[in-house]
């Protein structure tokens, strides 16, 4: 029994002291505005998160260590940081600046109409266009 207890004790005491807690916000390079919803990612321990409306990410129970943390998001580049825990400073909040990536991004338009016929009876119409068309308007010059 007193074996037991000790095993259980000497678990619970690296589980203690093994483990740190990370916190960064993600903001981005050009406006310094939050962006809700990046991404970070650290490989090794298969761990994901995404950021919360303040662009805070928080990642538990991360062992000692040097890890290796990508941060992404739509739109920006993704940047890799090389951390070392536990950290320095580790009530300290890391802010993290991702670069917009104007290249990744294109125009989405949404269009709707309204219409006094219920949603039942109406067929459902797609319109597709190939990409074959969207080379060939993009050529065409105005005459």
Known sequence: MKNIFLIICLFAAQNIFGQNT???IIKSE???EP???ATAYIDKLKLST???DKGEISFTNIPNGDFEIEFSY???DRTKKQFTF???NASEII???LEPNASQLGEVVVS???SSRSIKNLPTRVEVITAEDLDEKGTMKPG
């Open 30 to 32: 050009k406006t310094k």
């Open 22 to 24: 990370f916190k960064v």
């Open 112 to 114: 709707t109409t309204r």
């Open 74 to 76: 739509v739109g920006f």
């Open 95 to 97: 802010e993290i600046e």
């Open 86 to 88: 536990p950290l320095q």
């Open 50 to 52: 995404a950021s919360n």
């Open 35 to 37: 962006l809700q919803g």
